[in-house]
């Protein structure tokens, strides 16, 4: 039986959104999702905003991060599972689903995993792009895993660095970084320690998967003027900074409910004071007052930045039609008789 | 690019569906379900439960419903929209996901509007199993949307009706109704009132679609008894009985903390006694006392009910091999290469 078109909703597999990033170009790619992410973020408080609803096990947890605003609603389903690597398998996968508010049938359902690390990838140049000092040409980025390469691109893009210092406890994940790097403009100084890697970088990335608290930079290692991007405290029981660091920043945040919980600041007080980037992007808070202030932006990673995401490739699926109909929705031509199309469909 | 099976996730369409339901039987499909429900309401306390999370707007809702036990997690996406009907689309529509909780990764997408029915039917009929008096013959079914004729066969393949008494403000919902199940062995008696149809019946199952607080069961209309399986109150604002017969019924709920914003009882106190139905099901708490007793169910839908019903899917699809293989999750070779895998990709 041949599904109606309000049964099909339009699906980008993996291999859609490589090919829907090779056809856009991955900086642009980035370049897109960074400013839907700016103009959402300038909308922020017409949004439904809720902590990401999480199922933990021992070994990782499974996260639901929904959102929405009058007229789309978005989801994501993702899980974060640091032991996988070990069998071959992601850290984290993603995917995620656009709806229209109006009818509540889903207009996208879409692989996130690549997605994800696209719009991590941007959300931090956004926030960089507010917060690393003037001038800044130089990244650490500490952890050479799934996530680096897109920080560094999309630190080049939107923020105009030329120059990645890569460090990672394993030596091989620095080998794949620098080699996937290499021909796309940056320069790359392959590092033996996070001290040497963040030699003359304004912008500090940490960007690591183990599930504990760690302490990825010590309060020594960091000096005044720098930005600080860290990615990879993004569970509870999961950060990468000394707290002493947090003390002598200034904290950038996404959403405070979801930061306080999964956040570097979950080291804090739930009262210390942070600045929401959305209040930075609007102009409603400042964001770096001065050369010598540090900077830190403490991202999880918010479900906004999932819709803004997928807002995109709604676009370009529409407009590249790479996309497989999916037959998800039931259809009747009788909407109360469920029943009688399920009969209809017997042998 | 050919995905690698770890990228690949089996997907079951609404016509996979329809070819599950008729490859088992819908009376049998129903009774695997309701068993499956059964089986998982008895390690209800294995279960991670949190009310589901909703986006309302002024037209209809949007809910995630996850759950989990120690080695699957499950979602469900489910909208509720009444006013789609005048636009030829479903109420409510929905698909929902089966993961591994050790890994993280999905293990089945599936339709759910379709099954959304049979899990409703069959949670009903579970219920009525435990709770209608004895020598139960007749069920008075108001609301003859989508949901009844599933209804319809659960209780005659689970409680072994054999007559339904049919009513909707709609004539033309109880025509389509009645016509879908002639030839089903069920004896179909058509009504004009809702009081016309609760005559002899010993459950009384209302399932109305209006978004409001609605009194479909007025207060003397309800003898003693009956068993009511109250549907069609599951979102706040939105009731069917009312309030003095609540005072007059034992209740019975699936997840108390979802059911007191929801249910029949967000009309009561915030402490009226209910009872946990798995409760009843592991003979913890006791069902109905006595023959003069008004058992009252107020369904509205918990997210463990989806889960079994997927386990149930997963198990079919199995068995059947009826499934779309989506290319889902990326896989690079090395996990903490998804750039290199985005990169080989062009061209």
Redesign the interface.
Known sequence: ?Q?SD??LVP?V???HM??L??RVG?AEMIRRIAEAIEEDFRRWESF?K?PR?A?H?P????E?M???N?TL?A?K?V???PK??S?????V?A?G?L?D??????VLLS?M??LT?LRTAAMSAVAAKYLAPKGTTTMAMIG???????QSIAMQAICGIDTVRLYDKDPA?TV??A??LAGTGLTIVACSSAEEAIEGAQILTTCTADKQYATILTDNMVGSGVHINAIGGDCPGKTELASAILHRSSIFVEYPPQTRIEGEIQQLDPDHPVTELWQVITGAAPGRRDAREITLFDSVGFAIEDFSALRVVHDLTRETGLNLP???????D??????????R???
């Open positions: 039986m599904p309000k049964a699906f597999s993996v291999d490589m090919q990033v090779h991955l439904d809720t609803v199922a096990s070994v990782g947890v499974i639901l929904p959102t929405a009058d609603y989801f389903y899980n974060g599972h996988n690597t069998e071959g398998l992601q850290t996968t995917f689903l709806a508010v109006d009818t509540g049938y889903p692989e995993t690549l690390a050479n895993g799934a996530q680096a390469e897109f994940a794949k970084c080699g996937n999916l037959d998800l929705l039931a259809d009747p009788d909407p109360r008789d469920l029943y009688g199309m399920l009969m469909a017997a042998g």
